[in-house]
């Protein structure tokens, strides 16, 4: 029987079957609220600590806004540029997933796809 | 040759704004309907150089004789300034006359409500948003039609920040140029799309607002919005 596979792996994997499997999503990467880098599979060009940062700025503004604009809790962010999207939603309590996007996408598609990305790293996470 | 006229016809800036674009010297003299106030102003190589309202003399002049609104005027080509107390671009003057102006209705809350609160209003009665508003890109709420119980300053103040962070976000990210940022609350969607070069929209659902319809009447009264403000 083959060794159980351990939990960065599985991580890595999950992110590296989302990202080849989508015609919409470039990338992705898992974050702690504090910004750092659990995981990623992220086009080359880009830093992965950067992304880790960025997003969890606009995470924590996103939750703040949601509060005192009277919207609830927070369940995800869209920016869209005129090159791409980034989406981020949370992943479980401790974390959070980010998705980036080209232009012109199917952005339900994307969403649907950032949904079940984030839904599986939950469970991996636990 | 001497241009003469009502104020009700053309209004002061647009005197300013043709005497500063001609470049001539000329002097404008108008004379209040309610109360035969006079004021001159004087215009020298495509600029305001001076401007008298009573004893009001120079930048405060501009500012006072920009909240007239009916009486007669009279252009007279050819006519120096007495002296110079202004060194201000006259747009930057026509910019903060307009604002003080601004001001002053925010502050008299009985006072007609702007032409862009007006626009918004009628929007807002055919939209399905709860809320929607017009803010600067420095925060200020140039006008808003929201639920009672969020304050417009508040408002204003998060939709800034959340567009300085998105708009830095999507270039770090190398995604392009900002041009929406959505998010979804268990309770609500904020959608902040560019309404023009120097303004936004903000809009605010309920769940029940499908996000694509959120988007489309966003991306239409944004298109609206930016053509009222002149962008």
């Known amino acids: 029987m083959a060794a159980p596979q351990k939990r960065s792996e599985q991580l890595a994997e999950t992110l590296r079957t989302l990202v080849s499997g989508s015609t919409d999503i470039q990338g992705v990467a898992v974050i702690s609220m504090d910004g750092l880098v659990i995981a990623a599979e992220l086009p080359s060009k880009l830093d992965q600590a950067r992304v880790g940062a960025v997003a969890a700025g606009i995470l924590s503004l996103s939750g703040r806004s949601v509060g005192q604009l009277q919207r609830g809790e927070l369940q995800q962010t869209l920016i869209q540029g005129s090159d791409g999207n980034v989406i981020i939603t949370h992943a479980g309590k401790n974390a959070a997933f980010v998705a980036l996007t080209g232009k012109d996408v199917n952005l339900g598609m994307a969403f649907l796809e950032t949904r079940e990305g984030a839904q599986k790293v939950s469970e991996i996470l636990g | ?231």
């Open chain 2, 1 to 231: 040759m001497a241009l003469k006229g009502s104020l009700t016809d053309i209004s002061i800036a647009d005197l300013i704004q043709l005497n500063c674009q001609s470049g001539a010297q000329a002097r404008l003299t108008a004379q209040r309907a309610s109360d035969g106030a006079e004021l001159s102003v004087y215009f020298d190589g495509g600029e305001i150089v001076h401007a008298q309202v009573g004893d009001v003399q120079g930048e405060e002049a501009v500012y006072e004789l920009l909240l007239w609104q009916a009486g007669t005027f009279e252009v007279e080509q050819g006519i120096r300034a007495p002296t110079r107390t202004i060194d201000v671009p006259w747009s930057a003057l026509i910019m903060e006359g307009l604002r003080r102006l601004d001001e002053r209705q925010v502050q008299a809350p009985a006072a007609a409500p702007s032409a862009l609160e007006r626009a918004l209003s009628e929007m807002a009665a055919r939209l399905s948003f709860q809320g929607i508003a017009v803010i600067s890109r420095d925060g200020l709420v140039l006008a808003a039609e929201l639920p009672g119980q969020l304050d417009r300053a508040r408002l204003g103040a998060i939709a800034a920040g959340l567009l300085s962070l998105s708009a830095r976000s999507v270039g770090q990210l190398q995604r392009g140029e900002l041009q929406q940022t959505v998010i979804q609350g268990t309770e609500g969607k904020i959608i902040i799309t560019h309404a023009g070069e120097t303004a936004a929209l903000v809009a605010l659902a309920d769940t029940q607002l499908s996000l694509g319809m959120a988007f489309l009447e966003a991306r239409e009264t944004a298109r609206q919005l930016a053509g009222l403000l002149g962008t």
